[in-house]
């Protein structure tokens, strides 16, 4: 799996598309914890339940249908008052985003089982082809070590750095539309 970190900071950059003055910070909470959320699986391990089981980690939790599923809950609880300048299938949009994107790094890495994208219909489990991110430890104590450093610096290069950018240019693209509306 990407770290909870990196998966927070690649909502932040799906969330630039977003993005709107005075959009209320539970719009970004909402989307880094969609990100981070399916992780919840992780104790499972504790529990006993087998990691390439139904519930198991990167099962389920880490499925397109969760997403979805997790999207809709986050989006009803964030709307029960206005948002401004967001509508409901944007936000909806956003935070499906998020969710998914989840699962799709953990399959860019190289460890674990795959990940069950499809579940409840298919349990299999499925990596990308190009899996460049170096797997992180589930425990905080093994994250803060040497290796741990080792990864942070890898998810940098693959998922913080492509974030900022992406992020970026969305923001840059966004600003120099307003400039060509505004000069006709």
């Not at 598309?17 to 104790?43: E, H, N, Q, T």
């Not at 206005?82 to 989840?102: K, M, Q, T």
């Not at 797997?135 to 913080?160: A, D, K």
Request: with cysteine.
């Amino acid at each position: 799996m990407a770290s909870a970190f990196s998966h927070a900071v690649a909502a932040v950059g799906l969330g630039t598309c977003l993005y709107r003055p005075g959009m209320p910070k539970r719009v970004w909470i909402a989307g880094v914890i969609c990100s981070v959320f399916p992780d919840i699986d992780a104790i499972g391990f504790r529990m006993g339940v087998p990691y390439g089981a139904f519930w198991g980690h990167r099962g389920f939790t880490h499925s397109i249908v969760f997403a979805g599923l997790m999207a809709a809950v986050a989006c009803v609880a964030i709307t029960w008052r206005e948002v401004p300048g967001i509508g409901r299938f944007s936000l909806f949009a956003y935070l499906f985003v998020a969710g998914a994107s989840h699962g799709l790094l953990d399959a860019m890495t190289n460890g674990g089982l795959g990940v069950a994208f499809f579940s409840p219909f298919d349990n299999g489990r499925y990596f990308l082809p190009w899996r460049p991110i170096r797997v992180s430890p589930l425990s905080l104590t093994r994250f803060f070590t040497p290796r741990g450093f080792g990864i942070m610096q890898n998810e940098i290069l693959w998922i913080w750095l492509p974030a900022l950018l992406f992020g970026g240019l969305v923001l840059l693209l966004r600003r120099s539309g307003r400039r060509q509306v505004a000069e006709s």
